[in-house]
């Protein structure tokens, strides 16, 4: 009897918690999207969580992608919790030529906002893309 007990207060609190916890038994689980570069070129990124302001941060690239290849991005919430967290439930990723960082420094790409491209991106719209941001 105890032996039933047991494992039914333990089959509750497992079930209970793979359906509420975020980690479940410590376990830390990473959300993924990838930053895709469509084109012929190398192209550095910046992922951004201020949206609506859409200036560039103080601080350098995430990474550079080759051409043709992705990068993953992790997150170790869910997707949906992720952007509930942002200020307008939108993630902004920057594209910058390596060329103009090496050319004029950061700050003055900052400044000057010398992107190839910037990209607004919702939940909804990664999901659509099946967790790919694609270049360009």
């Known amino acids: 009897m105890i032996r039933i007990l047991t494992t039914l207060v333990t089959t509750i609190s497992l079930s209970a ?3 509420s916890c975020e980690n479940p038994f410590g376990v830390r689980v990473a959300y993924t999207l990838h930053v895709q570069n469509n084109s012929s070129n190398l192209v ?9 302001d859409t200036s560039i941060q103080d601080s350098a690239v995430n990474g550079d992608i080759l051409s043709l290849k992705q990068q993953p991005y992790e ?10 967290a942002l200020p307008a439930e939108t993630l902004s990723v920057f ?28 939940l909804h719209d990664l999901e659509v893309n099946d967790h790919i941001i694609t270049y360009p």
């Open 17 to 19: 918690c793979s359906n």
């Open 44 to 52: 550095f990124y910046k992922i951004s969580k201020i949206y609506p």
């Open 75 to 84: 997150s170790h919430k869910t997707w949906q919790k992720f952007f509930d």
């Open 95 to 122: 594209f910058f030529s390596p060329d103009t960082v090496r050319k004029y420094g950061w700050k003055q790409v900052q400044s000057k906002y010398l992107i190839l491209a910037r990209k607004d991106i919702s």
